[in-house]
């Protein structure tokens, strides 16, 4: 199934979910585990992600209509390259940095992608927000 990510990957994707995980740093203990499916009150948060046959993509927000005219608008975030090694998902933006998710899960219709790092904590989680934590980020995406 790996071998065919290279191709299910290209489109449009939308993210529908978010699963955040804060851990504490030195015992790996697990401190918050919350799900957020951007519908509802969190529709405004989904974004989508659109990779291209040549490996080019980008990261931009969600249309939506402006109230004055008749058209729908987005905001591209980032515009990047990305490379798929095994199950690893590699981005490198345009304007500088790269990240690397693991790939979770892909196939014609979901995909679901993961990231891992060092952060503070949302104020209002009840957690230290001096404190770094491992944070670790489950995003699923369906296929538009």
């Given at each position: 199934m790996k071998a065919q990510y290279q191709k299910l990957i290209i489109g449009t994707w939308k993210s529908t979910s978010q699963n955040t995980r804060i851990y504490d740093l030195n015992t790996d203990e697990l401190l918050k585990d919350t799900t957020i499916n951007f519908t509802g009150h969190y529709a405004n948060?989904?974004?989508?992600?659109?990779?291209?046959k040549d490996g080019s993509g980008y990261?931009?927000?969600?249309p939506t209509n402006n109230q004055n005219e008749l058209r729908q608008e987005s905001d591209t975030t980032a515009f990047l390259t990305y490379a798929i090694l095994g199950s690893n998902l590699t981005l490198k933006q345009t304007n500088g940095g790269s990240?690397?998710?693991?790939?979770?899960?892909?196939?014609?219709?979901?995909m679901d992608l993961q990231s891992t790092s060092t952060g503070n904590a949302p104020a209002n989680w009840g957690l230290d927000t001096k404190t770094l934590f491992k944070i670790t980020l489950s995003t699923h995406y369906t296929k538009q």
């Open positions: 948060r989904a974004w989508l992600e659109i990779y291209n990261v931009t927000s969600l990240a690397t998710e693991p790939i979770l899960a892909l196939d014609n219709t979901d």
